[in-house]
T-cell receptor
């Protein structure tokens, strides 16, 4: 059974800092990994999608890497801003038989302070 | 605007009542999903549908029912058999194959009084 862990559960940093969020998964037979952002009381917004054949994806100040063999992904946020404050979740996609299944982590709650 | 619309945003229900949460999408995506989110837990899959008139149980389908009569619509009914229905419910879609990028609606918060 796939398990996804995100550490730390919460993080507070001052504005301008670069930071790294971690996502680890137990079964490396995945077809993709996706990072999401969730604001309080809102749905999830897709940030980056990494296919299993890719090593990283970049969008603006965000960079996500994937190391399948070690079961890890990191989300790097450069020059953090107060508007980056949110919960960040990762999800890994894998096949169980012929069905595809996404398994979510519980998220890292990020606060960027002035 | 293209997107996924969930309604209502907030819903209160008395014990013993069935309620239906709406999910409508105009993205022309094939696959639609319902997830439940509880504090401190990852999202859990309730039901999903890859094509019209077909749907499959997820990990926590007991006490829920769905239908997929149109490509655009995937309503979720929370029945009185669901033991702990208070939660945040999220609808999501994937375009084309079910290994693509997942898009979410804004969610519906159900509270049982």
């Amino acid at each position: 059974k796939q398990e996804v862990t995100q550490i730390p559960a919460a993080l507070s940093v001052p504005e301008g800092e670069n930071l790294v969020l971690n996502c680890s998964f137990t079964d490396s037979a995945i077809y993709n990994l996706q990072w999401f952002r969730q604001d309080p009381g809102k749905g999830l917004t897709s940030l980056l999608l990494i296919q299993s054949s890719q090593r990283e994806q970049t969008s603006g100040r965000l960079n996500a890497s994937l190391d399948k063999s070690s079961g890890r992904s990191t989300l790097y946020i450069a020059a953090s801003q107060p508007g980056d404050s949110a919960t960040y979740l990762c999800a890994v996609g894998a096949f169980t038989g012929t069905a595809s299944k996404l398994t979510f982590g519980t998220g890292t709650r990020l606060q960027v302070t002035l | 605007d293209g997107g996924i619309t969930q309604s209502p945003k907030y819903l209160f229900r008395k014990e013993g009542q069935n309620v239906t949460l709406s999910c409508e999408q105009n993205l022309n995506h094939d696959a639609m999903y319902w997830y439940r989110q509880d504090p401190g837990q990852g999202l859990r899959l309730i039901y999903y549908s890859q094509i019209v008139n077909d749907f499959q149980k997820g990990d926590i389908a007991e006490g829920y029912s769905v239908s997929r009569e149109k490509k655009e619509s995937f309503p979720l009914t929370v029945t009185s058999a669901q033991k702990n229905p208070t939660a945040f419910y999220l609808c999501a879609t994937i375009p084309g194959t079910n290994t693509g990028e997942l898009f979410f609606g804004e969610g519906s918060r159900l509270t049982v009084l």
